[in-house]
């Protein structure tokens, strides 16, 4: 096809050879299939700050680290040097996320090089050689839905051991191919220790993965493993082979109930023996 305008730099760079076509045009960014040296990848160009939407929410910016310090300050402010140093700054953390979770071990598109704001990706392909579906387009048995599901929650939590939560995980942005899911668009993943709504989000990614995979296996409807994994994080025993159950009770409460009223009955003992003495002391 012909070359989009924004894919032009990096034909003229030799990054990539040809342009084969238009995979998608979504909300954040037109995908295209690119070939580099006979080899097949995925161009992901972002669209301009103004065509954007949500994703780019103050929400999602929180406890990202920059590590210019003259660069944090300006994107404080609202000057025109500020807002591109902000609008640099989420361009280019996909590719962090990718990377970091790549290297973690999270089944994402190899990240190949991030010019011009074109992330230059692995094509992930599907089983039957073509470009991969999309998870939400398929129709899954309950094995099988059982099975993905419970892939997708390893990945969650090795994500989350990573340091990061997906904040849009959803049957659109997980692609499957021979192996099973692999998890894509990750432009407004969140620092889990660092974002307040980070639990909130896991809350809503797993919650989306356990909405669609209960269509096809209805007792992953009960499943709670969002409060599971969060409070293993929290309390700093979260590992990549953390046994999960799938169910969470919130916190012992009984135990406490019955340390608490131990307390009340020792200190009411003690006041006893203390008026019995003083009175004792009166006579
Ligand atoms: N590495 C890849 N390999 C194969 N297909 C891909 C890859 N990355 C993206 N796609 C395809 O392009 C689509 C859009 O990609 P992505 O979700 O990253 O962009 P987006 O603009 O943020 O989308 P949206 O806002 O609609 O969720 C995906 O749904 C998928 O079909
Ligand atoms: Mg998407």
Not at 51 to 71: H, I, P, W
Not at 240 to 251: C, H, K, V
Not at 259 to 275: D, F, H, T
Request: hydrophobic share 40%; net charge negative.
């Amino acid at each position: 096809m012909k070359t989009p305008p924004r894919l032009l730099p990096l034909l003229e760079d030799g990054l990539i050879d040809e342009v084969i076509c238009q995979l998608m045009s979504g909300k954040e960014a037109q995908v295209y299939i690119v070939e580099c040296s006979g080899i097949r990848r995925c161009a992901k160009v972002f669209k301009e700050a103004n065509q954007r939407s949500f994703k780019q929410a103050v929400q999602y910016q929180e406890g990202r680290t920059v590590r210019n310090s003259r660069r944090a300050r300006a994107m404080s402010k609202k000057t025109r040097y500020g807002q591109q140093e902000q609008e640099s700054a989420w361009l280019n953390a996909e590719v962090d996320a990718l990377r970091k979770l790549a290297a973690a071990g999270v089944r994402v598109p190899e990240p190949y090089t991030f010019v011009d704001g074109v992330l230059l990706m692995e094509l992930i392909i599907g089983a039957d050689g073509l470009t991969a579906p999309r998870l939400g387009d398929l129709e899954l048995t309950a094995d099988v839905a059982r099975s993905y599901h419970e892939q997708i929650i390893g990945e969650v939590v090795r994500m989350l051991c990573a340091g990061l939560v997906h904040g849009d995980l959803s049957p659109f942005n997980v692609l499957v191919d021979a192996h099973g899911p692999v998890i894509i668009d990750l432009p407004q993943a969140v620092s889990a220790s660092g974002n307040n709504s980070a639990h909130m989000m896991l809350d809503r990614d797993v919650g989306n993965m356990r909405e669609f995979f209960g269509r096809f296996a209805p007792e992953l409807l009960e499943t709670d493993y969002s409060n599971e994994i969060w409070s293993l994080y929290e309390s700093g025993d979260l590992r990549e082979d953390s046994r999960l159950t799938g169910s969470f009770q919130q916190n012992d409460t009984i135990a406490d109930l019955a340390q608490l009223l131990a307390v009340i009955e020792a200190a009411k003992k003690e006041e006893e023996e203390r008026l019995a003495r003083a009175a004792l002391a009166l006579e």
